[in-house]
């Protein structure tokens, strides 16, 4: 059984039984492969729903993880649905996926050389029964130049990630430090996803064993 994580979190009511069948609502290949550190078979199903942000970035993301989750679970019964949302906020706005390249540019041109948080809320909901807890990271992302900028939007990649660029994208170093759970940034922070499927009665692997550097994260608590 996972460790429980130093996050914020907090059952809404207690989960069900272990061997339950498990979604992931989301359609991100990113949490897709992570969640796969935990979980050796689950679904995928994308929620459909409006991601409308507020001021609150730690509201935020917990309210659309558990929309997200909600949403998937209504044609679930009986499962457990794991849901997440990821938003990343400077303290004045909120960076959402670029619509076009030239938003990705202003973003990354706007994020450069300075620190903002990243907030990823998650969810777990199964038989109208939920969890909700999050983790909070503060990222310093590198002083990019407008040609590496330009070259990294050319190439894609930040067209489907909140705030326009991607820790994981090691041939880029578009991320000069950052203070927390490094999967959060990626999408879903395990040691969290951990306790919420825990609290749904299921028994989820270590993610250690995936991914080592989770031995050293801030959210897993005490050993």
């Known amino acids: ?40 078979a689950f679904e ?8 409308v942000l507020g001021d609150d970035p730690v509201a935020d993301a917990r309210r659309l993880a558990l929309a997200k989750a909600a949403a998937v679970a209504a044609g679930h019964p009986h499962a457990v649905v794991l849901g997440a949302d990821t938003v990343v906020h400077d303290g004045r706005r909120h960076y959402g996926k670029p619509s076009s390249a030239e938003e990705a ?21 199964r038989d ?20 590496a900028i330009a070259a990294y939007v050319a190439s894609g990649r930040p067209m489907d990630k909140a705030g326009a660029y991607a820790i994981q994208d090691d041939d880029v170093p578009t991320v000069q430090r950052w203070q927390g759970c490094y999967c959060a940034v990626v999408g879903l922070p395990l040691w969290v996803a951990c306790r919420a499927l825990t609290a749904m009665g299921l028994h989820p692997d270590s993610p250690v064993a995936a991914y080592p550097r989770c031995a050293a994260c801030p959210d897993r608590g005490d050993p």
């Open 1 to 40: 059984m996972c460790r429980q994580a130093r996050t914020g979190g907090g059952i809404v009511s207690p989960g069900g039984p272990s061997g339950a069948p498990v979604v992931l609502a989301s359609a991100s290949p990113r949490r897709r492969e992570l969640l796969q550190a935990l979980v050796r």
């Open 44 to 51: 995928v199903r994308e929620p459909q729903l409006d991601e």
């Open 105 to 125: 540019v202003a973003m990354l041109r706007a994020l450069r050389g300075r620190e903002h948080t990243v907030v990823t809320g998650v969810a777990a909901v």
């Open 128 to 147: 109208g029964q939920a969890w909700i807890g999050h983790s909070t990271v503060h990222v310093w992302l590198a002083d990019l130049d407008d040609e």
